[in-house]
C-alpha cells in the first residue's frame, strides 16, 4: 500500500535554531503532496503544497518544503524557528482519492 | 465564514450504545472525509466521499458508517461503539480531493 512516513516523532530546537522534518513517500505515479501544522487543541491547517512544477514550494509562516522526485522525499524546512512553531507537523499525500498522512512530528521550541 | 463543523466536540459514552458525530461544510465542496488521530498514528482515513450519495472505505472503516445523503453533511455513525473507538476525530473538505482539506475542530470520543 501506498504510506507517507515521517523520520522523526519528536524534535526539540532552542529559538533561531534551523528546522529540517523528513517526509518520505511510496507513490509510484503523479503526487500531490502537502505539510499541515497542528497547534496545540486546534485543528489541522494547511503548510504548504506541491503538485508539480518548481519542486521548491513556498508556503506560511516562513515554511519551504522540496520535492525530491528521486529520493521519493518532501521535506519541511525553516530557516529560523520561533517559539510560537511549536506544533505537531503532518506530511501527507495524495493515493488516488484518499489522503494518506504520517505519523507527525512534535516541535518544540525553546524559548 | 468558510468552516467544517464537528458536534459534539466532546463525547463520553459506553459500549454498545449507537452514536453519530456530525460534520457539515458550507464550501460547496464536492471531497469530504473522516479521520481518526492517535498517538503515533497521526491520520488514519476512516471514510470519504467524492459526491453526494458516493462514500468509499478508507484504511480503517471498521466499525464506522457515513452518509451523504447532501452535499454538505457528511455523518459519522458508531453504531455500536467499542473501546478501541476512543480517539481524536476530524471532519474535512475540500473542492477536490487533490485540493488541499479544511478540516473540523475534531471531536473527542471516549468509549468506557
Known amino acids: 500500500a501506498q504510506s507517507v512516513s515521517q523520520h522523526n516523532h519528536h524534535v526539540i530546537l532552542s529559538e533561531a535554531a534551523s528546522l529540517e522534518l523528513g517526509c518520505n513517500y511510496s507513490?509510484?505515479?503523479?503526487?500531490?503532496l502537502f505539510w499541515y501544522v497542528q497547534y496545540p487543541g486546534q485543528h489541522l491547517q494547511l503548510l504548504l503544497k506541491?503538485?508539480?512544477?518548481?519542486?521548491l514550494v513556498k508556503g506560511i509562516k516562513g515554511f519551504e518544503a522540496e520535492f525530491i522526485k528521486s529520493k521519493f522525499s518532501f521535506n519541511l524546512r525553516k530557516p529560523s524557528v520561533q517559539w510560537s512553531d511549536t506544533a505537531e507537523y503532518f506530511c501527507?499525500?495524495?493515493?488516488?482519492?484518499?489522503?494518506?498522512f504520517g505519523a507527525g512530528t512534535r516541535l518544540t521550541v525553546k524559548p | 465564514e468558510a468552516q467544517v463543523t464537528q458536534n459534539p466536540r466532546y463525547l463520553i459514552t459506553v459500549t454498545g450504545k449507537k452514536l453519530t458525530v456530525t460534520c457539515s461544510q458550507n464550501m460547496n465542496h464536492e471531497y469530504m472525509s473522516w479521520y481518526r488521530q492517535d498517538p503515533g498514528l497521526g491520520l488514519r482515513q476512516i471514510y470519504y466521499s467524492m459526491n453526494v450519495e458516493v462514500t468509499d472505505k478508507g484504511d480503517v472503516p471498521e466499525g464506522y458508517k457515513v452518509s451523504r445523503k447532501e452535499k454538505r453533511n457528511f455523518p459519522l455513525i458508531l453504531e455500536s461503539p467499542s473501546p478501541n473507538q476512543t480517539s481524536l476525530y476530524f471532519c474535512a473538505s475540500s473542492l477536490w480531493p487533490n485540493q488541499p482539506q479544511h478540516f473540523g475542530d475534531g471531536t473527542r470520543l471516549s468509549i468506557l
Open positions: 507513490y509510484g505515479g503523479t503526487v500531490n
Open positions: 501527507a499525500g495524495r493515493d488516488n482519492n484518499d489522503m494518506r
Open positions: 506541491y503538485f508539480s512544477g518548481d519542486p
